[in-house]
């Protein structure tokens, strides 16, 4: 990882389809435990024992994307009913707003995972993962860029210009060359020009993907 990158810079907890993570500081590196398809009950036994007393643990939520409501129209009490477009929310537990530019981007956790968090010994807060990955394109100055996130069975794209999110987007590619598709045809349907290309790979997916996007004159940079 570039170590000018730190993804999770303060004690951290990744709750993604497959699974869930935590990440803490450890001097000028982070330490990591994968925990995949695993129970909330495990969770709830192995986060004191990594954390500790856990003074500052952020929940990250990659489980699934937010919704992008416009600020200036955004309403708390309509919550439900924008993630009802998008999502099944039979089980929904908490819901969480974050800013994205002009935008909020609203998400939740499921009525489990909530019991779950709640249980833990240590307060939490909350952020969308690909909340962090905007406010790092943020804070890179780019006129416009992209950031990809290959995980293990689901590709997630975040394109800015300047500080306003273009494009927030999951999909699940079937092999590498599938997600080299779809950055092309973003390039190209938002007239991309020598867009900044950020590039996290999470396990192995992906690997063969920087050298694809090279053959096209996209250079990623490697988180």
């Known amino acids: 990882m570039n170590a000018?990158?730190?993804l999770y810079d303060t004690e951290s907890?990744?709750?993604?389809?497959?699974?869930?993570?935590f990440y803490k500081p450890d001097g000028d590196k982070t330490a990591v435990r994968h925990f995949a398809n695993a129970s909330g009950a495990l969770l709830s036994t192995e986060a004191p024992q990594f954390f500790g007393d856990g003074t500052d643990v952020t929940v990250v939520v990659a489980r699934h994307i937010p919704m992008l409501v416009p600020a200036e129209l955004y309403d708390s009490a309509k919550d439900r009913e924008?993630?009802?477009?998008?999502?099944?929310?039979s089980r929904?537990?908490?819901?969480f707003a974050d800013t994205m530019g002009a935008y909020k981007a609203v998400y939740?956790?499921?009525?489990n995972e909530t019991d779950t968090l709640n249980r833990l010994p240590f307060p939490y807060k909350t952020v969308a993962e690909t909340t962090l990955f905007h406010r790092f394109l943020c804070a890179q100055g780019n006129p416009t860029a992209l950031f990809v996130a290959a995980n293990p069975g689901f590709t997630d794209i975040v394109v800015t210009q300047k500080v306003e999110p273009l494009l927030v987007n999951r999909f699940s590619p079937a092999e590498t060359e599938d997600t080299l598709y779809h950055v092309l045809n973003i390039v190209k349907q938002y007239n991309l020009r020598q867009p900044a290309?950020?590039?996290?790979q999470f396990g192995e997916e992906g690997r063969k993907l920087p050298q694809l996007l090279k053959t096209y004159n996209?250079?990623?940079v490697i988180l």
């Open 4 to 6: 000018t990158y730190r």
């Open 13 to 21: 907890i990744r709750i993604a389809p497959d699974g869930f993570s």
């Open 82 to 89: 924008y993630l009802s477009l998008q999502y099944d929310i």
């Open 92 to 95: 929904l537990g908490a819901i």
């Open 108 to 111: 939740f956790l499921t009525q």
């Open 197 to 200: 290309l950020y590039l996290r």
């Open 218 to 220: 996209l250079n990623p």
